[in-house]
């Protein structure tokens, strides 16, 4: 089916940065929608930002001014340039997609396995 893999999560002090990555693959015919969400311990997943296939972005309030989503439409690839990064930061990054296969008429949610942020103090 549909895959999505995620790069580029590690260790940092607060106020560096990170980029992350994650390249859908497989019976692809569409992907309307692309985004990150994340999961702290011990707290709900949240959307942090995501962009549709009109370019419309929307960002999470708590890292609004600090992140940005970009989206390489021809290689289905979604970014995420995390920039002064605080502790509050730390979580698992999701990849998420909302994707057309080529053997269905709707889209379905797809999500990448996670990567790890961490942000020291």
């Known amino acids: 089916q549909v895959h999505l893999v995620e790069s580029g999560g590690g260790l940092v002090q607060a106020g560096g940065s990170l980029r992350l990555s994650c390249a859908a693959s497989?019976?692809?015919?569409?992907?309307?929608?692309m985004g990150w969400y994340r999961q702290a311990p011990g707290k709900q997943r949240e959307l942090v930002a995501v962009?549709?296939?009109?370019?419309?972005?929307n960002y999470a309030d708590s890292v609004k001014d600090r992140f940005t989503i970009s989206r390489d439409y021809a290689k289905n690839t979604v970014y995420l340039q995390m920039n002064s990064l605080k502790p509050e930061d730390t979580a698992v990054y999701y990849c998420?997609?909302?994707?057309?296969?080529?053997?269905?008429?709707?889209?379905?949610?797809?999500w990448g396995q996670g990567t790890q942020v961490t942000v020291s103090s």
């Open positions: 497989g019976s692809i015919f569409s992907i309307n929608r």
């Open positions: 962009i549709n296939s009109g370019s419309i972005i």
């Open positions: 998420y997609a909302l994707v057309r296969t080529t053997a269905a008429k709707y889209a379905y949610s797809f």
